[in-house]
């Protein structure tokens, strides 16, 4: 089965409860800040700084990325960038990692907006050399063009293939809302899930907060 056909199983699926995955369940919060520099119509830079803790255990990780943006609007754009991840608590964990990927946006209807993501990542996690090919659906409730103090609801699901492995080995998905309170301000909250096949925790429930400013 290929990766768009496990991508586009029902939300409800991939966030809903996993009977055997839920008493390997971990809970964790993942915020970030996301800063966008727009320095011609179809360009764009972003800094990410994003973190993520385990809040029964001792993981605690911290990512620093850096992306350059295409943008062909209005139906997408591609990106190339690179992150590092650490464990901010001792050396135990050390990810570098290539992000490549195109994004196509497409209007369901004048509310109603499907974005699909194709992702590559090249990594290296604590020397060691691997890939990661991931696709996401996104759908999203938002007006357009977009405007300041509006709500924007929205799902994912996505697939996760790990060259380790050689097989999919997570399926995740959000629900959330993207809170807009100017053109250059926005806040998303949303809820994840992760299910995996081939690691631990076979599942992580997490809530996130993403505050994104666009100079």
Avoid at 171 to 186: A, D, L, M
Wanted: aromatic share 12%; charged share 25%.
């Amino acid at each position: 089965m290929g990766l768009r056909m496990l991508v586009a199983l029902p939300l409800v699926a991939t966030l809903g409860a996993c009977g055997s995955a839920r008493a390997q369940t971990t809970n964790e919060v993942w915020p970030e800040l996301d800063v966008y520099w727009r320095p011609a119509e179809h360009q764009r830079s972003l800094l990410e700084l994003s973190a993520s803790a385990e809040q029964e255990g001792p993981k605690h990780e911290a990512t620093v990325g850096t992306y350059q943006d295409y943008l062909f609007l209005p139906r997408g754009y591609v990106r190339a960038g690179y992150r590092f991840t650490f464990s901010t608590r001792d050396a135990s964990y050390r990810e570098s990692r290539v992000v490549l990927e195109s994004t196509l946006s497409h209007d369901l209807s004048t509310l109603w907006h499907l974005a699909d993501r194709i992702r590559v990542e090249p990594r290296w996690v604590n020397g060691a050399f691997s890939y990661r090919i991931r696709e996401r659906l996104h759908v999203q409730r938002e007006r357009r063009p977009i405007r300041a103090w509006a709500l924007a609801p929205y799902g994912t699901a996505e697939a996760y293939y790990d060259s380790r492995y050689r097989t999919i080995a997570r399926i995740g998905g959000r629900i959330g809302n993207v809170f807009r309170f100017s053109p250059t301000r926005s806040l998303d909250v949303y809820l994840a899930r992760q299910v995996n096949s081939r690691t631990l925790p076979r599942a992580i429930d997490a809530l996130g907060l993403t505050l994104a400013l666009t100079y």
